[in-house]
């Protein structure tokens, strides 16, 4: 492959690196990029080095274009950045003392208006400034176009020091099949984001920490690390995205199906003695690759449905003694679930939840024996899954509807929530239209202030989605005093606590159908244009999650901006904001120029 660029190897200090992080330079292309699952114990290990000034690995940028200014998109070291941000902002202590802020000029502005805290004890000066001294390697290439950056991407990585055989697959491999298990992954583990590219300092907030920290997923809490089906460290390899791969070569590939393992996965990346990527990729344009994601959601939301009824996880359902590798009996039963809620368009009524789990009971010791070694046999597979289906079946029936998957919000919720993190300009939160107090008037205002806001979302940039969603709460307060007055206990997810709209409704408007036709019509008074108020109505529902109803709404750009009361309306982070008249020609100049 022949890869013109432009070429610069230069050094530049940490001081000047941390310059860069906190004007938003840094880029993270999560196509390609791993994700940030260094512990504190390996951040503190690197920061030790450049304290003793040790030679430290270089690192790759490319060097583009975004929205007119010059930004660095990391290739290789983001775990290596993090960590040095990390040690700055306070997060760890390098001999039991934390960086002292006043060392930098940056640092010491932050501190000063009050966006980092000093933590004590604080380390020597003197070793502070030598490790902000500290010059750090760079490679800085400049390119036209990101495939190749994507090629560089996977070269670097091919030698798979720091890889594991996963990660290995997927570096720098842009195909549907592979872009597929990124994303069912990243929404399982909770650390999706509304866009491919990100600023390093919006990485901390979805990155898998094992410290328990303010922001970011904690790994205790992630479904394979809950459920006992892998380990911590599991995640940290990416094993989760192996499993993934191999339900999806399932449910895309026709009889017979795939055998499962390391080999089998190798050709479905390309790679191997038999290379089968183009049989999968056109296996997933055939189904189409929309659906297939929503049919994988709608079984894993099942599965955990009926884990909640069974009051206990995965590996202590299925085995009398938690066994420590069991990703196999868990793709047994998630094959199972999939034959019977999808191929056999099933559905389990809300009664028989508990009877399904507590027909699952033990099923790893007395129903499912898998083969053991690398490659997982078709046969033993299949013979597994069949039996798993007999001892679940009879607690399902036929369902009404052709498409069992367009009703599966629980995971979709869940990434919104934490997209939020990353995008929040797109994604607002309220706890309901009623007020908080114990005569709980509806808010119009609030219904306004909703509807204002998502008509600034559609302003932000063309081909975009924005979200407001009711029944969350972002403060532990705002819970309390909701618990206080209706009774009912919130559900905790992550750093949101989801109380939902059924009290108000049933309290206020006898009901969520009466409380929906409600908001329904208030819509059709708003001040926006037709089509804005058809597309929000349209796409306004009532979802599930768990034994919460939350409403959410969703606004979609158009092909101009969309006016409020007749006024052009922005949103800033959490904040909505007029535009000025004279500034009109620019938003109307975003639209007409994408």
Known sequence: MDVQQDLVIRGENIQRIYDYYISRKFLVNRRYQRKLVWSIEEKRAFIDSIGQGFPTPLILIAEIGLNGEKQFEIIDGMQRLNAIISFIEGEFTLDEAYFDLNTLVESKDMLDSGKLTQNK????????????????????????????????????????????????????????????????????????????????????????????????????????????????????????????????????????????????????????????????????????????????????????????????????????????????????????????????????????????????????????????????????????????????????????????????????LENLLMQSFTEQALYDFKIGFHRLDTIGIFDEDLFHKVIKTLSAMANHDPHNVGYVIIGVADKKADAARYETIYGTSHVLYNQFYITGIQDEAIKFHKGADNYFRKLTQLLKSEPIKPELKDQIGRDMRLVNYFDKLVLVFQVKSGTEPYMYDGKLYERHGANVQEIAPDQYGNVYKRFFTS
């Open 121 to 412: 004890p604080v380390l020597e000066r003197e070793i502070c400034k030598k490790i902000a001294n500290y010059t750090l390697p760079l490679s800085v290439y400049s390119f036209e176009g990101e495939n190749k950056i994507d090629e560089i991407f996977r070269r670097i990585n091919s030698n798979g020091r720091h890889l594991s055989r996963q990660e290995l697959r997927q570096a720098g491999v842009t195909g549907v099949f592979a872009q597929l298990v990124r994303q069912l992954a990243s929404k399982i583990r909770g650390d999706s984001s509304h866009f491919d590219k990100l600023h390093l300092d919006a990485m901390k907030n979805i990155s898998i920490t094992n410290k328990k920290l303010p922001y970011g997923i904690d790994v205790d809490a992630i479904f394979w690390v809950t459920h006992g089906i892998i380990t911590k460290e599991n995640v940290r390899d990416s094993t989760d995205e192996g499993i993934v791969a191999d339900l999806l070569a399932y449910m895309a590939l026709p009889a017979p199906k795939p055998a499962s393992g390391n080999d089998v996965l190798d050709e479905f990346y390309g790679f191997g003695e038999k290379n089968r990527l183009e049989d999968i990729e056109n296996a997933l344009k055939k189904i189409g690759v929309d659906l297939l994601e929503k049919q994988f959601l709608h079984v894993y939301e099942e599965l955990r449905k009926i884990l909640q009824f069974s009051g206990t996880t995965f590996n202590k359902l299925v085995f009398e003694k938690p066994s420590p590798t069991i990703s196999r009996y868990f793709q047994v039963v998630f094959l199972a679930l999939y034959e019977l809620l999808v191929n056999t368009n099933m559905e389990i009524l809300e009664p028989n939840y508990l009877k399904v789990a507590q027909n699952l009971k033990f099923a790893g010791d007395k129903h499912i024996t898998v083969d053991r070694g690398g490659n997982w046999g078709v046969r033993n597979r299949q013979t597994n899954i069949k039996a798993v289906i007999g001892l679940m079946q009879n607690e399902f029936s036929k369902r009404k509807g052709n498409d069992p998957a367009l009703d599966s919000w629980i995971t979709q």
